[in-house]
């Protein structure tokens, strides 16, 4: 029911929800390409925090969409062009929208120690990949001409542990603050019960 008293129409209803999606999903977007395009501490961006978020929170594909859009729209406005390392990237994004998944659960109970946990596993998984990834690439497509020896491994994750502690930062803070603003938002929009 409406304050007026009379009942929206279910289609209406429905309308609306997806206007309040499609805005949500364009507005997270315009966060993470800002937030790749804005000068910032290596890997402090809110795209993995905003991978759990949709992960969470919206329904069916559109959560690997946005993420997805995200990650192209920056990176042609950065200029990147796909290397060997993008698949692994963007992989690890999505395995985060998975982790979002895992936060919204069949019990639909999330809890801060599960995001926090979602958020580090997230960042621990982007590092082991996406530096593994690194490495195993050919002479020719990686200028760091890390040796394809156990010992060439481990100083290409020595080399990037400043990048690990920069994503973990920055992943803890995007996710607690769009986790935060959501929880936030929808408390206060929760119905008051008068005694």
């Known amino acids: ?26 507005g997270l977007i315009a966060l993470a390409v800002a937030g790749r395009l804005i000068p910032h501490p290596d890997n402090f961006t809110p795209l993995a925090g905003m991978a759990l978020f949709v992960g ?78 690194v490495w195993l690439a050919p002479h020719a497509f990686n200028d760091t001409n890390y040796a394809h020896t156990l010992d060439g491994l481990m100083e290409c994750y020595a080399m990037a542990l400043p990048f690990l502690r920069n994503a973990i930062a920055g992943d803890l803070f995007w996710t607690a603050m769009l986790f935060g603003l959501y929880d936030l938002a929808w408390s206060r929009m929760k119905p008051v019960r008068l005694v």
């Open 56 to 133: 969470a929170l919206l329904p069916g594909w559109r959560a690997a969409a946005a993420v997805l859009a995200a990650l192209v729209v920056s990176d042609v406005m950065l200029g990147f062009t796909p290397d060997h390392a993008s698949v692994a990237i963007y992989g690890c994004f999505l395995a985060s929208v998975a982790l979002g998944r895992w936060l919204a659960g069949s019990d639909g109970e999330r809890t801060w120690m599960k995001v926090g946990m979602a958020a580090l596993g997230g960042s621990l998984l982007f590092f082991i990949i996406t530096n593994f990834a």
């Open 1 to 26: 029911m409406t304050m007026a008293g009379a009942a929206i129409p279910r289609h209406l209803k429905t309308t609306m929800t997806q206007d309040k999606n499609t805005t949500l999903i364009f």
